[in-house]
């Protein structure tokens, strides 16, 4: 075991307060129970991260989202795509309990992660949130120094031992030290895009969680950039389990393992998201057993 990752689990077993700062010991283990895959003849596969059983999502009185049902793998990218207003941010805000903030926002069904309920009653939002990071499509680097970005939550949860180790290595893992290193104390808004983008990345990324989510993460970044941000989720893969949303369809044929596709039901009245299909990249895009998904991804709606 390196010494990052025994930080790592330390800082999972103190992150029981609401809040950082108010942190108190946490005494049982909580290293995630795995759930393997078991496939048709019997034999494991790939653990599950997160087992999302029938999931709803209402604002209020209107349902963005309904029964949706699907796994996500560990060490796979999969991508969640679909047209506007799907329901493609509903879905992975609410993997990490982004979406609590909201008023009415309401969740039904169960999305387990790996075997725990994130939205049961013994959840700790601070836990869920510290294993699963998040990246949203604008980059959104806080008006400080490159270093303080990156060491922001490690601080804030009191991961202050060979913190500068620990901006280094987040920094090499996103992809950016060696644009950095000489400029540290730089504000971050000092950046390009696409090197702001990396940097959420890196600050995402420094308090090793389990998964990071990404909310179109290249939509507002210029070619160049975009093929540097899908290098790096190739890159992360393997240590990360990843979840990008993305309404380029290359991208998704670029980036991801598995694609789940999302779109309006319109058969009622109202108009509510749900998922269509689900499955490898390659078989999404070149044989969907969904006339749906055949029609989207090839460009005839969205
Ligand atoms: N904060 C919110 N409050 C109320 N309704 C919302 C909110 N965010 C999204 N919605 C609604 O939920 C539906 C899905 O939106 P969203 O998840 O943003 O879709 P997508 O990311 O696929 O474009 C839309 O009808 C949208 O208006
Ligand atoms: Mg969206």
Same mark, same amino acid.
């Given at each position: 075991m390196t010494d990052w990752d025994r930080d790592s689990r330390t800082a999972t077993q103190i992150? +029981?307060?609401?809040?950082?700062? +108010?942190v108190r010991i946490r005494t049982e283990p909580v290293l995630p129970v795995i759930r393997p895959e078991v496939n048709g003849s019997g034999t494991e596969t790939r653990p599950v991260v997160f087992d999302i059983r029938d999931m709803g999502v209402y604002y209020g009185g209107n349902r963005?989202?309904?029964g949706t049902t699907f796994s996500i793998y560990r060490n796979l990218v999969t991508a969640v795509i679909g047209p506007s207003g799907c329901g493609k941010s509903t879905f992975i805000r609410s993997l990490n309990r982004m979406? @609590?903030?909201?008023?009415g926002f309401r969740l039904e069904g169960q999305i387990l992660y790996h075997g725990h309920d994130i939205y049961g009653s013994r959840a700790n939002r601070v836990e869920v949130r510290r294993r699963i990071g998040m990246v949203f499509q604008k980059p959104n680097p806080f008006p400080k120094s490159i270093y303080d970005n990156v060491a922001w939550a490690a601080r804030n949860l009191g991961l202050k031992q060979r913190l500068d180790q620990r901006v280094e290595e987040a920094l090499r893992q996103a992809a950016l030290w060696d644009e950095v290193k000489d400029r540290l +104390? @730089? #504000?971050?808004? #000092?950046?390009s895009g696409g090197q702001q983008q990396r940097l959420c990345i890196a600050r995402a990324i420094a308090i090793e969680p389990d998964v990071l989510l990404l909310d179109e993460p290249a939509s507002a970044l210029d070619p160049v950039s975009t093929a540097a941000i899908e290098a790096l989720m190739h890159k992360l893969k393997h240590r990360f389990t990843i979840v990008i949303v993305t309404h380029n369809m290359q991208q998704a044929a670029r980036v991801a393992d598995r694609t789940a596709f999302f779109s309006l039901? #319109?058969?009622?009245a109202d108009r509510t998201g749900t998922l269509i299909e689900y499955g490898d990249t390659e078989t999404i895009f070149r044989a969907a057993s969904d006339r749906r998904t055949r029609d989207y991804v090839a460009g005839r709606f969205g």
């Open positions: 992150i +029981r307060g609401e809040a950082p700062g +108010r963005a989202l309904a979406n @609590d903030a909201i008023p +104390r @730089d #504000s971050a808004l #000092s950046l039901d #319109s058969t009622g």
